[in-house]
């Protein structure tokens, strides 16, 4: 029987918003996530044997690749990766790898590529592999996807892996949500040493949870104050995913809202003075003491200036209850790599409510077709020699 509501609203009333895929797959996303662990686990020897004469070479080189949000899931795992695996580790994009190859593809360096894609089919995602495999001479492909339809899973390569995530998660709105999410716990558990995130899936999956549950009214009522302007700011792995809130909001309001993302030291240096009267800044406050305190000052400061409309702190450990505090309970003590997946939503669920304040439709926001779901439009050019 099909479900009567999402995020407690009555589907009916999603359906007549063109709000029912979006917010399904929002919701979705904590049973999705100890899935997609369930999944990682059974598969978790193979994957490792497959990898391992990359990761375990200190001379070898992963790269974590994908376009627009997939590209957002590398951001925000690479400088965590890059730390615990012996091969270097970087996210570099599909769009920049088509349009500069040799900038990015070393010859004579053993390669991984992790390539993520909600689809599968679009083009620089299938060009990035057919560039590594033929530029590169030891090259083996990692795909992590959600539709088993999808190009990326059967691209004519010598050495591939997919990943493939449940079909729930091939994500029907225009917005990835819950594919973003599962994409980056699956490749997260899959290139730790086994069982590393056993004992931690249930408390990130509950945390997730209580933020969709417990966030979706303050937010609602953020949303509905109509701010033109918002800047989403984090330190470390979160600043990857002030980079994916950003977009998010940016693609659910169909470029009504103006959107920046950088880190709360960064954002003194020119980017602060994004901020009007009529702005939101959301920190996503790190639960690192060092970092913290760095998050802290900023927050404190913009409060101070009184120049923004609202500040609002996204946080594991509140320093006070009040409006302006997202407070995602359970979660003190966690790594800022397990804040990912709660605090994405409290992003994914503020950009789900501007839609829904604009009268626009999020799982199909920008009606125009001037970006679609699966991007079309672009034409690939063979490197020159």
């Keep these: ?198 004992g931690r899936i249930g408390a990130i999956a509950q945390a997730t949870q209580r933020a969709i549950s417990g966030a979706h009214a303050p937010l609602g009522g953020l949303a509905a104050c109509g701010y033109d302007r918002v800047a989403y700011l984090g330190s470390g792995v979160l600043q990857g995913l002030a980079r994916e809130a950003a977009l998010k909001l940016g693609e659910l309001t169909n470029g009504a809202v103006a959107t920046c993302f950088d880190s709360p030291l960064g954002f003194r240096h020119g980017p602060k003075t994004f901020i009007t009267a009529r702005t939101l800044a959301m920190v996503f406050v790190s639960n690192d003491p060092l970092t913290r305190r760095y998050d802290h000052d900023l927050v404190d400061e913009l409060r101070r200036d009184g120049r923004a409309a609202r500040v609002i702190e996204v946080t594991a450990q509140p320093r006070r209850a009040d409006p302006d505090t997202i407070a995602v309970s359970g979660m003190a003590g966690a790594a800022d790599v397990d804040l990912l997946w709660p605090f994405v939503v409290v992003a994914q669920l503020y950009a789900f409510e501007a839609s829904r304040a604009l009268g626009l439709s999020p799982d199909n926001p920008n009606t125009q077709g001037l970006v679609n779901r699966v991007v079309q439009g672009v034409r690939l050019y063979a490197p020159t020699a």
């Design 1 to 198: 029987m099909p479900p009567t509501e999402s995020l407690g609203i009555p589907e009916t009333d999603l359906i007549a918003t063109g709000a029912v895929c979006t917010a399904r797959e929002i919701a979705q996303q904590p049973r999705m996530l100890e899935r997609a662990h369930a999944l990682v686990s059974a598969l978790h020897a193979r994957l490792q044997a497959f990898v391992a004469p990359v990761t375990g070479n200190p001379r070898a080189r992963v790269i974590l690749t994908g376009a627009g949000t997939s590209s957002y899931i590398g951001q925000c795992l690479a400088p965590l990766l890059d730390r615990s695996l012996a091969a270097r580790v970087d996210a570099v994009p599909t769009t920049d790898i088509v349009s500069a190859p040799r900038l990015y593809l070393d010859a004579d360096q053993p390669l991984l590529l992790v390539s993520f894609g909600r689809s599968g089919n679009s083009p620089e995602s299938i060009a990035a592999m057919e560039l590594a495999e033929s530029l590169v001479a030891d090259v083996r492909h990692l795909v992590v996807t959600c539709n088993p339809a999808g190009a990326l899973g059967s691209a004519p390569v010598a050495t591939a892996m997919t990943l493939q995530l449940p079909e729930e998660t091939h994500d029907a709105s225009f917005a990835m949500t819950s594919s973003f999410s599962c994409m980056m716990y699956a490749t997260l558990a899959a290139l730790g040493e086994a069982g590393a995130m056993d």
